[in-house]
């Protein structure tokens, strides 16, 4: 992929949709670029949250330890962002994500975040919005477990 087409890519991300072009390219030159295998892991429920992590091509499943073992809570796939909770909060990773295809990753590190958020105020304003939709998905989800539970 090319530089120009990973700044369009990141374009379509709401986080960065409104971060002129040549902001974006260098995000995208400075963003290092990893690859997984299915079944590797791209973070670890428990560790340092350190970087955020944009899908580029593939899947990935979202797992939540708990007493009975690992709980798939969610599917990721392209354009979508991962990893920016833990290091937010500055608070160890809430959940593994592990690859289910080939997965292709634009990583952003901690302090490169930072700076974004910084210059681009915008961006918390995306954030929140994006942790917002999160909170209420999983506030439906309980409460559809809970009451398929008492059923």
């Known amino acids: 992929m090319s530089l120009q087409e990973e ?3 990141l374009r379509t991300i709401p986080l960065f949709s409104r971060i002129e072009p040549s ?3 260098l995000l995208a030159f400075t963003a290092q670029r990893l690859t997984f295998a299915p079944g590797d892991l791209l973070c670890r429920q428990g560790d340092e949250g350190d970087a955020a992590y944009i ?10 330890e708990s007493e009975s073992g690992a709980v798939k809570v969610a ?4 354009n979508d962002l991962l990893g920016e909770n833990a290091i937010l909060c500055d608070v160890p990773r809430t959940a593994t994500v592990k690859a289910v295809t080939k997965v292709e990753t634009l990583m952003i590190s901690k302090e ?3 700076q ?3 210059q681009f105020p915008s961006i918390s304003i ?3 919005r994006e942790l917002a939709r999160r909170v209420e998905k999983t506030t439906t989800m309980l409460r559809d477990a809970m009451a398929n539970r008492e059923t």
Do not use: S
């Open 55 to 64: 899908i580029i091509t593939g899947d990935a499943d979202v797992l939540v």
């Open 7 to 9: 700044v369009d890519l």
């Open 116 to 118: 974004l958020v910084n």
């Open 23 to 25: 902001r974006l390219k």
């Open 112 to 114: 490169l975040f930072f």
């Open 126 to 128: 995306e954030i929140m």
């Open 75 to 78: 599917t990721l796939g392209p």
